[in-house]
């Protein structure tokens, strides 16, 4: 889905890349595995000093950081702990028995607000949930990002000004809630 931006770089199975400022890069596909609805742990190795650019300020999920390149590590001692979602926009999944893809864009309460920490109950959590056991189950992606606002720029880009990224180049889309 990157080919829409023209900073985009794939990983053609490098195990490094080097991203320039507000590139977008996809990682190489992965088969993995995931149960419906379950966690998945994805680590980042920053070789240099970095501007958060990409966040959702208000996953309430813990993050983990740790010194050195502990990516791919099994396991590691956190030096510290973020309680947002830092640098990853998102992660694209395929599933066949899916009959499409709900993207929920908006602000802090599609991002999270008010929800229960570490406990995935943001709204579009529990959207997720009624979907995977309808007659035609549906994926659902969150697309919220704390502060934004329609037409604006708010804590960050507005939603009119990211929803050919977010939303329709969301692969499987089928339908949109807007909640801004």
Do not use: C, K
Not at 17 to 43: I, T, Y
Not at 68 to 93: H, K, Q
Not at 100 to 106: A, D, K, S
Request: hydrophobic residues 45%; aromatic residues 4%; proline residues 7%.
């Amino acid at each position: 889905r990157g080919e829409r931006w023209r900073n985009w770089t794939g990983q053609s199975g490098r195990p490094a890349v080097r991203m320039l400022p507000g590139a977008v890069v996809l990682s190489d596909p992965v088969a993995l595995a995931v149960p419906a609805l379950g966690d998945l742990a994805v680590s980042l190795h920053l070789a240099d000093s970095s501007r958060l650019s990409t966040r959702h300020p208000l996953a309430l999920q813990t993050s983990y950081v740790g010194h050195g390149n502990v990516a791919g590590a099994p396991r590691f001692t956190p030096d510290t702990t973020l309680e947002i979602w830092p640098y990853l926009v998102g992660v694209d999944v395929i599933n066949p028995s899916v009959a499409g893809v709900i993207v929920t864009l908006g602000n802090s309460i599609t991002d999270g607000a008010r929800s229960t920490r570490d406990a995935n109950m943001r709204w579009p959590n529990v959207l997720a949930a009624r979907m995977l056991r309808a007659a035609e189950p549906r994926a659902v992606v969150n697309a919220g990002i704390s502060g934004g606002r329609v037409l604006t720029y708010g804590a960050g880009p507005s939603a009119l000004a990211r929803f050919e990224r977010d939303v329709l180049a969301t692969p499987g889309l089928t339908h949109v809630i807007l909640l801004e």
